[in-house]
């Protein structure tokens, strides 16, 4: 059982297969679900969920131990950028978006929390206009008070778009001889305030777990569970505790916002549409969220980044093996763009890195398969099969 699974994480989601017999999906084999708009037969529509996750944990440790509330305008940027990053892997537009917040008004000051999240959502949706997605629109939400289902605040949305049908990167023409473009998960851009650690928004449940001082268990018990089997904070780190490598503090490095690689995929798409096979965020499932698009391809992944040093800490308290942090990560490489051939490739890695001032680089390549997809990694930790 990896150290993730221990914390009572499941990273490959089992039992949610059987959902996918009911929804209407015109692309089965695509990133995210699209389905036909009844009204415009040219046009599909793209509705997709997703939540910041146990990473407002951290937020909500900082908040307590430094009384900064304005730490909660990260939430808003990690779930936009949940969100809006799967929704472009499809080659959808992004055209409006909404939260629902669940908050325990007991622990959690609920006007200044929902004050810190709307600036946080103002000051993303000015940054994503100036970065060329300026039809997005805040169609508003919901708010709920349940203070005996949740015992701090949970913050998660939707976000609505759509695609020319035509236009649909469906991952279906993945073939051998495609190269992989990964775009830096951390480092600095041109959009960001700040050096980003890299980490997103996944495996946060771990992190904290290892990294976090035991001394929150007693501070803080409304962020553990009671049950027999869940495992308590095991770390050494107070948030406000620098660590080896790290530019910033243990808690500084959990609660960066997730990098918005919507405007990154968007421009690439503008420039380079034909000679894009594929696009994939790498959210849960680390570096191998790749198997879920494409058919008999065997991703080889032999180029990846050197892991950014949040990573290599989270190993090293957790114990977790390299093949599994792989799994759990995005290890340094946070968006795949999938390219026809290596002149493509390398425009492609230009676009990025002149208009975006983020780091990009050829990460691996396309190899055909014996009848499913597959992943292999060589790194320096190892050759890795999944």
């Known amino acids: ?53 146990s990473k407002t944990i951290v937020r909500y440790v900082r908040f307590k131990e430094t009384g900064d509330i304005s730490v909660f305008r990260g939430d808003a940027v990690d779930l936009l950028a949940m969100n809006l990053s799967d929704l472009c892997c499809v080659g959808g537009h992004p055209t409006s978006f909404t939260d629902y917040v669940s908050i325990n008004g007991f622990y959690v000051p609920k006007e200044d929390f929902l004050n810190e999240l709307k600036e946080g959502f103002k000051q993303s949706l000015d940054n994503l206009r100036n970065c060329g997605l300026g039809k997005l ?105 620098s660590a080896e490598d790290l530019d910033m503090t243990v808690g500084e490095a959990l609660t960066f916002p997730t990098r918005l690689f919507a405007p990154i995929a968007m421009k690439v798409l503008e420039k380079h549409r034909d000679n894009v096979t594929g696009m994939v965020h790498n959210t849960g499932g680390g570096q191998t969220k790749c198997l879920r698009i494409g058919e008999n391809v065997l991703y080889v992944k032999d180029n990846l980044p050197e892991p950014d040093p949040i990573f290599k800490l989270i190993q090293s308290a957790s114990g977790e093996s390299w093949r599994d942090m792989y799994n759990d990560y995005n290890m340094g490489s946070g968006f795949d763009v999938i390219a026809t051939d290596r002149a493509a490739a390398e425009e492609i890695i230009g676009t990025i890195e002149k208009d975006f001032g983020v780091e990009a680089l050829i990460v691996g390549h396309i190899e055909e398969s014996d009848g499913k997809n597959k992943l292999l990694i060589k790194s320096q930790y190892g050759e890795f099969q999944y």
């Open 1 to 53: 059982m990896s150290k993730y699974a221990e914390v009572g994480v499941d990273v490959h989601k089992k039992g949610t297969g059987t959902f996918k017999t009911a929804i209407d999906n015109s692309f089965p084999n695509a990133f995210c679900v699209i389905t036909t708009d009844p009204d415009f037969s040219d046009y599909g529509q793209i509705h997709h969920s997703d939540g910041v996750g």
């Open 137 to 241: 629109r805040f169609s508003g939400g919901e708010t709920a008070d349940l203070p005996y289902q949740i015992k701090t605040v949970d913050v998660s949305g939707d976000v609505y778009g759509r695609v020319k049908l035509s236009e649909v990167i469906t991952g279906d023409k993945i073939k051998p001889g495609n190269l992989i473009v990964g775009v830096r998960s951390g480092g600095r851009s041109r959009y960001e305030r700040g050096l980003n650690p890299g980490i997103m928004s996944n495996g946060l449940t771990l992190a904290w777990h290892c990294l976090l001082t035991d001394e929150y268990n007693s501070l803080y018990p409304e962020t553990i569970d009671t049950h027999p089997k869940s495992k308590p904070y095991y770390g050494k780190f107070k948030v406000g505790d």
